[in-house]
């Protein structure tokens, strides 16, 4: 079956970068139409999707994050790495990895990592 | 970008009784529209995707129905188990965006 895990810092300080790994099992990324996701939720509020790696390595970002983020892939140790640059606290949520087929939505998710910005 | 809408914020029924949310597109999104249950503590479940298809293992009580901007999930009849947050998503195009939710409680 799909499994995803989250991990990486659970606290980081204000203007560092964040780098989170998504480690999968169930799927390869080097399958045509697969893709992996990474969304956020803050305490209390909406998800909010981040970015996304496909197969052939084709990566698309929130247009209002997209300069922070960068994410990539290594396929033969099944990992997606997130990375944000300069964390402020109002990026302090739950970071979610979550796998996707073609035009699909996200149908199997980790489940998620708290990653709190504060100094 | 697409923004989604979602009403009721909160919707409070009794267990056995019909639930209905609604989400709203700005703009058509054709039926590219997932619905997912999220409870406390726990990662988003997909629900319904392709506006009425019930994902893998999803009860027959939860449909949806709509196409273009407006969207419906019905909840035949409510179970201890459904209380929850629901969220609309919408990926027609990017980015992907989500609706604010909408949180489903026990009257």
């Known amino acids: 079956q799909i499994t995803l895990t989250e991990s990486g810092p659970t606290l980081v300080k204000p203007t560092q970068t964040l780098t989170l790994t998504c480690t999968f099992s169930?799927?390869?990324?080097?399958?045509?139409?697969?893709?992996v996701g990474w969304i956020r939720q803050p305490p209390g509020k909406t998800l909010e999707w981040l970015a996304l790696?496909?197969?052939?390595?084709?990566?698309r970002y929130s247009p209002s994050l997209k300069s922070r983020l960068t994410v990539t892939k290594d396929t033969s140790r099944n990992q997606v790495v997130l990375k944000m640059t300069n964390m402020d606290p109002v990026d302090t949520a739950t970071y979610y990895c979550?796998?996707?087929?073609?035009?699909?939505?996200?149908?199997?998710w980790g489940q998620g990592i708290l990653v709190t910005v504060s100094s | 970008e697409i923004v989604m809408t979602q009403s009721p914020v909160t919707l409070s029924v009794s267990p056995g009784e019909r639930a209905t949310l609604s989400c709203r597109a700005s703009?058509?999104?054709?039926?590219?529209l997932a619905w997912y249950q999220q409870k406390p503590g726990q990662a988003p479940r997909l629900l319904i995707y392709?506006?009425?298809t019930r994902a893998t293992g999803i009860p027959a009580r939860f449909s949806g129905s709509g196409s273009e901007t407006e969207f419906t999930l019905t909840i035949s009849s409510l179970q201890s188990e459904d209380f929850a947050v629901y969220y609309c998503?919408?990926?027609?195009?990017?980015?992907?965006?989500f609706g604010p939710g909408a949180k489903l409680d026990i009257k």
């Open positions: 998503q919408h990926y027609n195009n990017w980015p992907p965006l």
């Open positions: 979550a796998h996707k087929f073609d035009w699909n939505p996200f149908d199997y």
């Open positions: 392709g506006a009425s």
């Open positions: 169930g799927f390869s990324l080097s399958t045509s139409d697969v893709a």
């Open positions: 790696i496909y197969w052939d390595d084709d990566k």
């Open positions: 703009q058509s999104v054709s039926s590219k």
